[in-house]
Structure formats: structure tokens, C-alpha cells
């Protein structure tokens, strides 16, 4: 089994970021404070994003994790390898977070095995001690450390959900997609296009959104919107792009791809 990804992030730059409420205040707070932190919302609205940028922000290391369905605690905690000079530990990005005081980010936590909520209990409550069963080492997360999940409601059931008693131990908060105005901002600043340009594709993003006669899983995301743009911003097509960027990803239904592209057509002309 591959081990997961853990992505450092550099506080060198910041990444562009645009506030939909007060997210960065609560955020800083509960790092403060060294409170858990659980963001809820859908693909594509920026989670991501608001992380990398409160890392930077706070000038802290990021590891980021994708979480999936064979993603175990061992993953995660770090597991003995065997080298040329024999056996060795070697940590897991949560390990390596706690060790460093850095930002730890499980994004779709509730894609992960049942097993790693409890390994997260003992670093969500006041004791943020991380036991390593496998050395015998208890570690004291200091006060730099965080650790912040994500999960995209839309997509929960009865069998990937998280139990109330696990969230319960974090400090909530949902994203959802822009609006108009901002999404137009946000377009902006992320592809350097023109506010006519990112507010033509704000307002079909809009109109997709509006189609509810058709089985879509989730509407046409600010993620989407921002491919469109680069893909126009390249010199490529504008109906071209958005029937790449925000009809083909959205369904592989014949017919909800017909009802994608004739609001495609019908707002571009």
C-alpha cells in the first residue's frame, strides 16, 4: 500500500484567498487557542485553498493529506521499514506535524478507515498528545501544532460519516459557493482575466447551478470556473472552454450533458 502524500507548505508567499465571512478570524482564534478545527463544505469552493493560505498566514509548515478509503492509522502515525541497515521507523505525516508544531490537514477525512478517528481523539482534546504504540513514545503536541479535517457533506452516508463523538471534538465551519461578486473577484485574482470576462463566466455558472431536473452529484464549482478562465486566458476557445471546464466534468449522462450545453450555447451565443 502507497503511503499517503504530506505536502510541506513554504509561508514564503501567500496564496490568494478572498474572505466569504469571518473564516480567517475564527481560524486564527482557534489556532490560538489550540482548537481542532472541521471544515464542511463542497468540492471545489475553496478549502483547500483557505488552508494553504492560513498556514502562510500564520507562518506555520503544512502537511496536507488526501484522505481515501484504504488510508489507515499506520499511514498516517508512520510505520517500521526495512532498509539496508535493517529495520527503522519512519513517521507519518501526522508524526511529523506533531513533532514539527505544523498545520496537519486531512482533507475528505471521512474517506479514511474507521481506525484513524482514533488515533485523532488524544490530539482533539486537552491532552493533544499523539502515543506511538509501535516506539513506545507518547508525544506532546506543542503549541504551534493544529490539526483541521475536511469533508463535503453532499457526499456523506451511513457508511462514511463521522460519529458525533468525533465531531464533537472540533470547532465547525461551512464553506459554500461564492457569490456573484465575489466569485467574480475570486476568478480574477486567481487567472489575471478581465472582470468582464470572469463575470460572463460567473453568470453561466450560475445558470448551470440552476439546473435542478438533472441527477447532478454537485453544481459547477469556482475550481471549474477558474480552468475555464485559464483555458480562455490561453488563447483556447471560450465555448470550447467552458464546455471542457464545466460541462464534461460534471456528468457522463447523455442527456444531462445535452441540458449542460444548450445553457452553454444559450449564454454564449
Sequence with gaps: ????????????????????????????????????????????????????????????????????DDLSASDLVGRHLIGDSGTFWS????????REG???????????RKDTTVVLHP????????PLERTGETLQAPPGFMLVV????GYQNLLKSLKPSTRQRFVAMSFDVPGAALETEIVCGETGV??????????????????????????????LLV???????SGFDLRQACLAALAEPLSDEPETLDALREVIYASLG
Design 1 to 68: 500500500m502507497n503511503a499517503p502524500v504530506a505536502v510541506p507548505s513554504s509561508s514564503a508567499a501567500l496564496p490568494f484567498y478572498r474572505a466569504q465571512g469571518n473564516e480567517i478570524a475564527l481560524f486564527e482564534h482557534a489556532w490560538r487557542r489550540q482548537l481542532p478545527v472541521m471544515i464542511k463544505g463542497p468540492t471545489g469552493c475553496g478549502k483547500t485553498r483557505f488552508i494553504q493560505h492560513m498556514a502562510a498566514r500564520l507562518e506555520r509548515p503544512l502537511y496536507t493529506v488526501s484522505c481515501h
Design 91 to 98: 513517521d507519518g505525516p501526522l508524526t511529523r506535524a506533531v
Design 102 to 112: 505544523a498545520i496537519c490537514y486531512l482533507d475528505e477525512v471521512v474517506e479514511a
Design 123 to 130: 490530539l482533539t482534546d486537552d491532552r493533544r498528545m499523539l
Design 150 to 153: 475536511s469533508y463535503n457533506p
Design 194 to 223: 478581465d472582470r468582464a470576462l470572469a463575470a460572463r463566466l460567473v453568470a453561466l455558472a450560475g445558470a448551470l447551478r440552476a439546473l435542478t431536473d438533472h441527477d447532478l452529484e454537485e453544481a459547477a464549482s469556482t475550481r
Design 227 to 233: 480552468y475555464a478562465a485559464r483555458l480562455v486566458q
